[in-house]
């Protein structure tokens, strides 16, 4: 069983992390340099629009196979390492929550308006924060893999 529950738990912060280098190395510089300012909020819009629901699903695959491995090994007796990557998991989770909730709710109130200039501005907030997500993610990574 714990094996199935480390593999669930690999899968969620590939796609999450994944996603975040994706979009961090690839789809953003690409867009600043192939395309002229009206069409880059577009493709980074719609292209957040589609991820943001595989990070939801990751969030809930992290969060479950993490409290269940934690639960399992019981929380006194788990690593500090365990307690560090699930603190820093939360944080990141509750981030993503902001940014789902705050910039990406603009964005989306913007677009519908057809507001590129607006969507733009969501964008640049929403990359700030996605690469803080990421420096954490890989943080709780290292300690995990090197905290012995």
Same mark, same amino acid.
């Given at each position: ?5 480390? =593999?669930? +738990?690999?899968?969620? $912060?590939?796609?999450? /992390?994944? !996603?975040?280098?994706? &979009?961090?190395?690839? #789809? ?46 019981? =929380?006194? +007796?788990?690593?500090? $390492?365990?307690?560090? /990557?699930? !603190?820093?998991?939360? &944080?990141?989770?509750? #981030? ?53």
């Amino acid at each position: 069983m714990n094996g199935l529950l480390i =593999f669930v +738990h690999l899968v969620g $912060a590939m796609v999450w /992390m994944g !996603g975040m280098a994706f &979009v961090l190395f690839s #789809l953003r510089p690409a867009a600043f340099a192939e395309l002229e300012p009206p069409l880059r909020p577009r493709i980074m819009f719609a292209s957040l629009r589609r991820f943001f629901p595989l990070v939801w699903g990751s969030i809930a695959l992290l969060l479950a196979s993490g409290l269940w491995l934690m639960l399992q090994a019981g =929380f006194a +007796h788990a690593p500090p $390492a365990w307690h560090a /990557m699930f !603190g820093i998991g939360l &944080v990141m989770m509750a #981030l993503f929550g902001h940014i789902y909730f705050a910039p990406f709710k603009r964005a989306r109130r913007a677009a519908a308006e057809q507001d590129w200039s607006r969507v733009a501005q969501s964008l640049q907030q929403i990359h700030k924060l996605v690469a803080i997500n990421f420096t954490l993610g890989w943080i709780a990574i290292a300690l995990v893999t090197l905290w012995r």
